[in-house]
């Protein structure tokens, strides 16, 4: 009877796997007692982020007590997701609107200028649908769709602005 070689003989398999999850089981045990005794200084951000997720308010409480403690990468993240959730006095919003209104006349330009290309027509049909002017939209997306028959996504925008003026 032979005995089959192990290619590790001085550690045994039972003894390794015990080991593991021993070591497994302290480091568990060790982080959740830590973390009961003295939880990290942005914690309670972290939960108020997580139960309010589109608050500005929490983001920016959380962006606070992350650049306290040194975690100036994350504090930035955060300052950013506050950028976009809270415009400023309005600001924002306003410029927003003139930038749509730039792209919207910038678009006009690039159709009168040449009246064969088809994506000039979908980013105004684009615009114009933001804006709410659903007919005009419709429109543009019709004059995309005679320009390129074929393509299914200006096929899928020009039946769904059909049937949304239906």
């Known amino acids: 009877m032979t005995i089959p070689r192990l290619h590790f003989p001085h550690i045994s398999r039972l003894f390794s796997a015990f080991l593991l999850w021993t070591l497994l089981v302290s480091i568990i045990s060790l982080n959740t007692f830590l973390w009961i005794k003295k ?16 608050s500005a308010t929490t983001h920016n409480t ?9 975690a100036r990468t994350r504090a930035g993240h955060e300052l950013d ?30 159709v009168a200028s040449h009246p064969d290309y088809r994506d000039a027509y979908v980013q105004l049909a684009a615009l114009l649908y933001r804006e709410g002017n659903l007919t005009q939209a419709h429109a543009y997306l019709v004059d995309a ?22």
Not at 62 to 70: E, I, P, T, V
Not at 93 to 99: D, L, Q
Not at 155 to 166: I, P, Q, S, V, Y
């Open 39 to 54: 939880p990290l200084a942005y914690s309670d951000g972290v939960f108020q982020v997580f139960t309010h997720p589109f």
């Open 62 to 70: 959380l962006a606070q007590s992350l650049w306290n403690s040194g």
């Open 81 to 110: 997701i506050v950028a976009e959730l809270s415009p400023v006095l309005g600001a924002s919003t306003t410029a927003k609107a003139e930038k749509e209104r730039a792209d919207l006349t910038y678009w006009l330009a690039v």
């Open 145 to 166: 769709l005679a320009l390129d028959p074929n393509n299914t996504t200006v096929n899928r925008l020009t039946a769904f602005t059909l049937k949304l003026l239906e």
